[in-house]
């Protein structure tokens, strides 16, 4: 059973900076691509970043070059480092994984921006 697990939310002041980490277990095959959405209170899920496993990656407007997205496809982990937090940015992250056209989702992690 393919199970991925978040790690490295908090709370962090407005310029701050967070990153989260999340191990995907489970599974012999590969994640084509892995990715970190997110969901404010309210709002639907939208979409952060993404990488494939071969490394090219896909952004938001609203945090391109502020977060950047990495992976260790040998430890299937995947990673987002959030600089120049804003409170808009607050939200609970989910960490996605696709085998193929599957999906699956971690249980989230909260990150609070305060200003």
């Known amino acids: 059973q393919v199970r991925l697990v978040e790690s490295g939310g908090g709370l962090v002041q407005a310029g701050g900076s967070l990153r989260l980490s999340c191990a995907a277990s489970?599974?012999?095959?590969?994640?084509?691509?892995m990715g970190w959405y997110r969901q404010a209170a309210g709002k639907q899920r939208e979409l952060v970043a993404t990488?494939?496993?071969?490394?090219?990656?896909n952004y938001a407007d609203s945090v391109k070059g502020r977060f950047t997205i990495s992976r260790d496809n040998g430890k299937n982990t995947v990673f987002l480092q959030m600089n120049s937090l804003k409170p808009e940015d607050t939200a609970v992250y989910y960490c996605?994984?696709?085998?193929?056209?599957?999906?699956?989702w971690g249980q989230g992690t909260q990150v609070t921006v305060s200003s």
């Open positions: 996605n994984a696709m085998i193929v056209s599957n999906p699956y």
């Open positions: 489970g599974t012999g095959f590969r994640f084509t691509v």
């Open positions: 990488i494939t496993n071969g490394g090219s990656t």
